[in-house]
């Protein structure tokens, strides 16, 4: 049996968000709603060749809502991992999008980029999406997050360290060198993998996650039993609460907060997460 833990309740998220400040998109959500394949908004996309990104990334593709009635939509950049491209990733564009964002997926300009270089070219492509992208009118340019896969969500940390008006981060089975992300002001959600013997929860997603001020907004989930290339493929956990954590800090939607605090008990997924910490604000 797996065991879960909360660590670091914090005030921070305790604030009740105004009417004016939520952007709630799409229907009253529920676990079946975060589970399904697809969310309820139709897709269109784009292609982005590594020449059309002016060689800031390395092209990617653009998907975005096609029914703009409910306002704009964040926009979310996401990275591949070390040596790997795109397609390894692919499988997060429409389904973020679906449940109401513009998502990007990169290709690196190098399949050896580090992880600064990819949180480097993370922030270029929002910048495509916000400035040249076919969903530049579809975007709101002040509600971003970054995610990244190995060393592009060791990217990921480092762009929302750099770029402090990013809404979220979400780096998954991360993989850097700095451990320490104390100075880090954007809401993070890190994902860790049990069994992964390429950048071990101990040595990385863990201390990531701990070296987090207490008073950020922040998440911790590790996936029982799984391996370093979890995010490589369609999975409900990532996505459930990949979106989950896009919806309350990319949107302030306070309707996703009880997919995230109290601590998971949903059909069975103790036995799916072998650990889970949250700054969760019930009870403040």
């Keep these: 049996m797996a065991t879960v833990a909360v660590f670091g309740l914090g005030a921070s998220l305790a604030a009740p968000v105004s009417a004016e400040e939520a952007h709630e998109r799409g229907p009253d959500p529920s676990w079946d709603s975060i589970e399904a394949s697809e969310g309820p908004?139709?897709?269109?996309?784009?292609?982005?060749?590594?020449?059309?990104?002016?060689?800031?990334?390395?092209g990617g593709t653009v998907y975005y809502p096609t029914d703009t009635s409910e306002g704009t939509f964040g926009g979310v950049a996401i990275s591949p991992g070390y040596t790997a491209g795109e397609s390894s990733i692919s499988w997060l564009g429409p389904r973020l999008a679906s449940q109401g964002f513009v998502v990007i997926t990169i290709d690196t300009t190098s399949r050896y980029s580090q992880p600064n270089s990819r949180g480097r070219q993370l922030q270029a492509a929002l910048d495509y999406v916000v400035e040249d992208s076919d969903a530049s009118d579809v975007v709101?340019?002040?509600?971003?997050?970054v995610m990244g896969h190995s060393m592009g969500g060791g990217g990921s940390l480092y762009a929302a360290d750099q770029n402090p008006d990013l809404k979220a981060a979400i780096p998954l089975t991360g993989w850097h060198l700095r451990k320490d992300w104390g100075d880090l002001e954007v809401p993070t959600m890190v994902i860790g993998a049990e069994n992964d013997l390429t950048a071990s929860v101990s040595s990385h997603s863990i201390p990531f996650y701990e070296s987090l001020d207490e008073d950020l907004d922040r998440a911790y989930m590790e996936l029982d039993g799984a391996s370093h290339f979890a995010p490589n493929f369609p999975n409900t956990l990532i996505a459930s609460y990949s979106i989950s954590w896009l919806k309350r800090f990319v949107d302030n939607d306070e309707r996703y907060e009880q997919f995230l605090c109290p601590p998971p008990d949903h059909g069975g997924w103790f036995d799916d997460i072998s650990d889970y910490r949250d700054s969760c604000p019930h009870g403040e």
């Design 140 to 145: 709101d340019e002040d509600r971003l997050a």
């Design 41 to 58: 908004f139709d897709l269109d996309e784009e292609s982005v060749s590594s020449w059309g990104s002016g060689s800031d990334f390395g």
